[in-house]
């Protein structure tokens, strides 16, 4: 999905089966050149630049959790943050990459509320390195759920969202059911429901299942 500067448009390509499982890479060689030929279906007249793309992750395993803090600036805040992601990293630290933002900020009691989010570094540099092999800088690499959210922020005015509020959104497409809760406009939890595991030995969902 890209601007032109008058509108937004959008490219697609379908992956062969067994390209990607679990959002790991598992044909290199085919990925790659899928990525080509969406950067050429998607940018026909740019054979010879790099791309920069925002890349959001949906089906690889990216861990999230927000943590509240006292209210404190500069370096005391920069550590109290480092120290609390140590704590609440699922996988060794120096085997992740993570990142983080505020989301909030309760003056009354004193508190802000963090969400970091952690991710494997090889699945990571492993990606990077793909766009990269196909033409595209990958400037950031984020969780779908952020992508979402920030649409729903920024466009939600336009149908009656009221950003001081809460809401639960609901996401389904091919990959399964995506429930996010938002606060004030930013991501806080989710729950991701992938197809996988609620098929049946046929691969279908049966509609008892779809409803649980």
Known sequence: AYSNGKGWRFASIRLEPGVL????????????????ELRLKAFPNKRSRRISVVVSLSSISIYSQVFSLPIIKGENLDRAIQLNIQMVSPIDVSQAYSGWQSVGEDQGLLKLEI????IDRTT???ITRAFSDAGFLAVVM???ALSITRLFREYGATVGVDIDKSYILVGIDSSGIDFLIIRRGQFYFEYFTPWRDIMDDRGEVSLPMFEA
């Open 142 to 144: 984020e969780p779908r």
């Open 115 to 118: 969400l970091s989010a952690f």
């Open 21 to 36: 499982e679990l959002g790991k890479i598992k044909d290199y060689g085919k990925f790659v050149a899928s990525l080509k």
């Open 124 to 126: 990571v540099d492993e």
